[in-house]
Structure formats: structure tokens, C-alpha cells
């Protein structure tokens, strides 16, 4: 091979040597962006896709039959009349809102099943002039409880076409691992009427403890 030669692939090779480099250079300025934005979404509401009119009629319809459910306990002696008890205080996010009080009936909790018109708690928030108004409920079942069940099919509840959260334990609010489902069926969340924080939702006027 002539010296003429050698330096002609030489100089090839430096070209592409010198593209491959300008190429990762790029990748690399370009991936850290798009990583960030998939970490900063997987903190915040799923992507919203476009419903189907049978979606739509479902969710339609469990929000309809939570407020017709639920509509006595904007009292909310009511809701203790019939088992609710304040539990964990206010519950409130670190930037994504808030879930408000939680009035539970452990009786409904113990027994583990999903219906629509019996929620194992009831939402509430604080307003200004010391009274508690009426946001939703909020549906519960014991992780372990709902799994070893083999009457229903495997894998997260699931109510009218919504399915349930997932807790882990250890969490915030002392309990075991548990699914959860909530319904924002008195106050329009903007987010969505089954995301679990409420931006609008607000613990600053409870006057009891928070979590």
C-alpha cells in the first residue's frame, strides 16, 4: 500500500472518528432533557388519553352514584352517626395538594368489598368559619386482604373502569400496604376526578394535627 493511500484512510477514519463524537456529544446533551422530563412525569398525573364515550359514561356514572350516596354526610354528624371516624388528620401533599380529613368506618374497611355506594371514607376539608365541607369519598381494601382473595381476578381493584392506587408499607399513614380509589364527587378536580392529591384542597385552616 502507497503512503498516498495509507494517509487517504487515515484521514477517513479521523472523519469518522470526528462524526461519531459530534453524534454522542449531541445524544448526551439531548438525553439528560429527556430524562428529566420522563422522571419530572412520572411524579405528576398520568398522561390523559382520550376517552371513549363507554369510559366516559362510566365515570359519569360512578361520580353520579358516589354524590347520591354520600350526599347525607354533608352533614358530617351524619357520617359519624354511621361509623365515620376522623383518622390521620389532615392530609395534606408537599406540592401536589392536598387529600383533606378522612372519616373511615373500619367496619366497611374490615370487610373488603368494593361497591360503589358504600365508600369506606368519606373527604372532607376545612373551611373558614370551622366547619367541615364535603369533597368525596374514598374507597380502601387491605393489599393483602384483596390478593389473597381468588374469587376476583388477579391484580389491583378495579371499580367501573377505575383502577385503584397502590400503597406500599411502610407509608405516611401507618397502615399496611392497601389500594385505593378516590372520588372527587363534590369538589371538581382539575387533574381528574380519580387523581389522589386535590390542588384546590387545602389543610392550612384545619386546626387539629396534620400528616
Same mark, same amino acid.
Given at each position: 500500500?502507497?503512503?498516498?493511500?495509507?494517509?487517504?484512510?487515515?484521514?477517513?477514519?479521523?472523519?469518522?472518528?470526528? +462524526?461519531?463524537?459530534?453524534?454522542?456529544?449531541?445524544?448526551?446533551? @439531548?438525553?439528560?432533557?429527556?430524562?428529566?422530563?420522563? /422522571? =419530572?412525569?412520572?411524579?405528576?398525573?398520568?398522561?390523559?388519553?382520550?376517552?371513549?364515550?363507554?369510559?366516559?359514561?362510566?365515570? #359519569?356514572?360512578?361520580?353520579?352514584?358516589?354524590?347520591? =350516596?354520600?350526599?347525607? !354526610? &354533608?352533614?358530617?354528624?351524619?357520617?359519624?352517626?354511621?361509623? +365515620?371516624?376522623?383518622? !390521620?388528620g *389532615? @392530609?395534606?401533599?408537599? /406540592?401536589?395538594?392536598?387529600?383533606?380529613?378522612?372519616?373511615? $368506618?373500619?367496619?366497611?374497611?374490615?370487610?373488603?368489598?368494593?361497591?360503589?355506594?358504600? %365508600?369506606?371514607?368519606?373527604?372532607?376539608?376545612?373551611?373558614?368559619?370551622?366547619?367541615? &365541607?364535603?369533597?368525596?369519598?374514598?374507597?380502601? @381494601?387491605?393489599?393483602?386482604?384483596?390478593?389473597?382473595?381468588?374469587?376476583?381476578? %388477579?391484580?389491583?381493584?378495579?371499580?367501573?373502569?377505575?383502577?385503584?392506587?397502590?400503597?406500599? #408499607? %411502610?407509608?405516611? !399513614?401507618?397502615?399496611k400496604?392497601?389500594?385505593?380509589?378516590? @372520588?372527587?364527587?363534590?369538589?371538581? $378536580?382539575? $387533574?381528574?376526578?380519580f387523581? $389522589?392529591?386535590? %390542588?384546590?384542597?387545602? *389543610?392550612?385552616? !384545619?386546626?387539629?394535627?396534620?400528616s
Open positions: 500500500m502507497s503512503t498516498l493511500q495509507v494517509r487517504r484512510k487515515v484521514r477517513k477514519f479521523a472523519e469518522r472518528f470526528r +462524526y461519531f463524537v459530534m453524534s454522542a456529544l449531541v445524544l448526551m446533551s @439531548v438525553w439528560p432533557s429527556f430524562a428529566l422530563a420522563q /422522571d =419530572s412525569h412520572s411524579h405528576t398525573m398520568p398522561a390523559q388519553q382520550e376517552l371513549t364515550a363507554e369510559q366516559k359514561s362510566q365515570q #359519569s356514572t360512578l361520580i353520579k352514584i358516589v354524590r347520591e =350516596s354520600t350526599e347525607r !354526610f &354533608k352533614d358530617v354528624g351524619e357520617a359519624e352517626r354511621e361509623g +365515620y371516624v376522623l383518622s !390521620f *389532615c @392530609v395534606s401533599g408537599p /406540592d401536589q395538594g392536598a387529600m383533606g380529613l378522612h372519616f373511615i $368506618n373500619m367496619d366497611l374497611v374490615g370487610k373488603g368489598v368494593i361497591d360503589a355506594a358504600k %365508600p369506606q371514607i368519606i373527604l372532607y376539608e376545612p373551611t373558614a368559619d370551622g366547619r367541615l &365541607k364535603l369533597t368525596g369519598a374514598d374507597f380502601l @381494601v387491605d393489599a393483602q386482604q384483596w390478593d389473597g382473595d381468588k374469587t376476583h381476578k %388477579p391484580g389491583p381493584p378495579e371499580l367501573m373502569g377505575q383502577l385503584f392506587h397502590y400503597f406500599e #408499607s %411502610p407509608n405516611r !399513614f401507618g397502615l400496604a392497601f389500594y385505593t380509589l378516590h @372520588v372527587w364527587a363534590w369538589k371538581d $378536580n382539575p $387533574n381528574g376526578a387523581i $389522589n392529591w386535590h %390542588p384546590a384542597v387545602s *389543610c392550612k385552616l !384545619f386546626n387539629g394535627p396534620a
